[in-house]
């Protein structure tokens, strides 16, 4: 067999496709004319009717010429713009630039941005706004006294009086108390010239508020050569002395080895005691002081000393010289305000103006100013021009008794001014505050 016929071969086989019939001749019907209507003559030929022309749906109309537009204002010649790279080439900035070609239109350069500031929230809209005092309705304290805490207790905690003008404050008090030290140890110099006028009773106090309202340690050294009575405010709990710490220093290591040195007061107020011998306490000189100092420093973050009554002793260089604040304590008399402005007085002449002016004078058992045959207040204002803050301690029978001492005891006005010094104090733990 041969190959299949192709397509062209497949048509020519059909003769009904490969030849068409040619159509016949196109005849005019005959046509008979009715009588009496000439015939023409068959030799002429008839004329066509004339048939309008149709016009050709598919040609363009004929539309009116439009009027001449003003002529175009000349436009310069631009030169030639070099060809565009492809979209996917990615620039040579070491490229040189064509000569000559100018770039339209001329890139843009974006505006410089702000300098970012510190992205520092507001304070009221920080995360440390939302504290848990502000947010907490049970959380507020009880009402500490008064018919606020009377009302507080009769309704069942249901009726929570607001805090008086005096509670807000004493509420800031302490928060100025718990400043952290940021050096890591503080100093402070309890002194006085004349004896009898409330130091040790001041060391006390003050020691026993800072230990009560902060977390860490806080102790209380006794200086004085003379036998100090430090160790008589308070439940004595070792019979061991400054003397003994220092013998047995080269064994202390760890808090609990110094710990077995000291007495502890309800406060957790620490105490150091002085040797009760004065014979032995006169040995305890300048570099037994720093000595001491030393070894305190890596245990303890706030230490207060009970100096002597004597400027002039062997260690009250020592105390002067590593001190960081003192406190000078002044009877509501004559003689003692005058012993402790000479004290000032002594203080800058010896080099140490920066302690004299930034000293916190206290004023122990002031009675009633209305009966004080002294003026208390030109007494404050004397002092106040020459130091930081002076402050008057009011008359407590607790403290009359020269016993323990125990902060429950005190009057509320009593507790309230020692936080108020502990808080004067502790304005100088921040970092530059005691440079």
């Known amino acids: 067999m041969g190959p299949p016929p192709g397509p062209i071969d497949s048509l020519s ?9 040619t159509p016949p001749p196109f005849e005019l ?82 505006a410089p941005m ?40 009769l309704s069942g905690g249901l009726i929570r009086p607001s805090d008086s003008k005096a509670e807000r404050h004493r509420q800031e008090l302490i928060e100025r108390v718990r400043q952290p030290v940021s050096a890591g140890h503080f100093r402070v110099a309890v002194m006085s010239l004349k004896g009898g006028v409330g130091k040790t009773t001041t060391t006390i106090g003050l020691g026993a508020t800072l230990a009560h309202h902060r977390g860490d340690r806080v102790i209380a050294v006794d200086a004085n050569p003379d036998r100090g009575t430090l160790s008589e405010k308070l439940r004595v709990e070792s019979p061991a002395t400054v003397r003994h710490l220092l013998n047995d220093r080269a064994g202390i290591w760890r808090y609990a080895d110094v710990r077995s040195y000291t007495s502890q007061a309800p406060s957790r107020l620490e105490v150091l005691a002085s040797d009760r011998d004065p014979a032995i306490s006169e040995a305890f000189n300048a570099d037994d002081y720093r000595a001491v100092a030393q070894i305190l420093e890596q245990f303890y973050s706030i230490a ?35 012993s402790a402005s000479a004290t000032l007085d002594w203080l800058q002449a010896h080099g140490h103006q920066d302690l004299a002016a930034s000293a916190v004078v206290v004023l122990s058992a002031v009675k009633n100013p209305r009966r004080n045959a002294v003026n208390v207040a030109e007494l404050k204002d004397h002092f106040t021009k020459r130091c930081r803050a002076v402050i008057g301690v009011p008359f407590d029978p607790h403290l009359e008794q020269g016993s323990e001492v125990d902060l429950d005891l005190l009057r509320t006005a009593t507790r309230d001014t020692y936080l108020e010094v502990g808080a004067t104090i502790a304005d100088r733990f921040g970092p530059g505050a005691a440079s």
């Open 114 to 153: 702000p300098p970012a500031g510190p992205d520092i929230p507001l304070v009221s809209t920080s995360s440390e706004s939302l504290r848990p005092d502000r947010l907490l309705r049970t959380r507020r304290r009880p009402p500490a006294g008064g018919w606020r805490k009377a009302v507080f207790t």
């Open 304 to 338: 207060i000393t009970d100096c002597g009554t004597g400027m002039l002793h062997s260690a009250m260089s020592a105390i002067l010289d590593m001190s960081d604040q003192i406190v000078l304590v002044s009877p509501v008399t004559v003689d003692g305000a005058r």
């Open 29 to 110: 019907p005959s046509w008979d004319p009715p009588p009496g209507l000439a015939t023409p003559d068959a030799s002429e030929e008839p004329a066509a009717p004339e048939v309008p022309p149709v016009p050709d749906a598919w040609a363009a109309p004929e539309v009116a010429p439009a009027p001449e537009a003003p002529a175009a204002p000349q436009i310069p010649d631009m030169p030639p713009i070099p060809d565009r790279p492809p979209s996917n080439a990615r620039p040579n900035p070491e490229a040189p630039a064509a000569p000559g070609v100018p770039v339209y239109p001329p890139p843009q350069q974006a």
């Open 13 to 21: 086989s059909f003769g009904a496709l490969s030849s068409f019939p």
